[in-house]
Nanobody, 113 residues
Framework: VQVVESGGGMVQPGGSLTLFCAAS????????WSWVRQAAGKGPEWVSS????????YYADSVKGRFTVSRDNAKNILYLQMDSLKPEDTALYYC???????RGQGTQVTVSS
């Protein structure tokens, strides 16, 4: 089982980033997937979830209208398109499934001028 996030980096407020979560070694398509973030010194914060077929997505109020989650089950990849980024979006972002028993190491997003 391997889950690897990528796409993070430093961006100015108002900018955009796309995060990727690549999975291998198990049946990616069986699971609902989530993005979770953790800012320095704070606990984990759920960001977004998407159902197995990708037909339904859920968002935290803090990101609704700015972030879009999607998935490609043929490629075993989960995405998070982040637009209109704010400094408060700065955190380590990781993808998660199966109640958090499947997750990667995360990718750092820093929003700063």
């Amino acid at each position: 089982v391997q889950v690897v996030e990528s796409g993070g980096g430093m961006v100015q407020p108002g900018g955009s980033l796309t995060l990727f979560c690549a999975a291998s070694g198990f049946d990616f398509s069986r699971y609902d997937w989530s993005w979770v973030r953790q800012a320095a010194g704070k606990g984990p914060e759920w960001v977004s979830s998407i159902t197995t077929g990708g037909g339904t997505a859920y968002y935290a109020d803090s990101v609704k209208g700015r972030f879009t989650v999607s998935r490609d089950n043929a490629k075993n990849i989960l995405y998070l398109q982040m637009d209109s980024l704010k400094p408060e979006d700065t955190a380590l972002y990781y993808c998660s499934a199966s109640g958090g028993t499947i997750r990667g190491q995360g990718t750092q997003v820093t929003v700063s001028s």
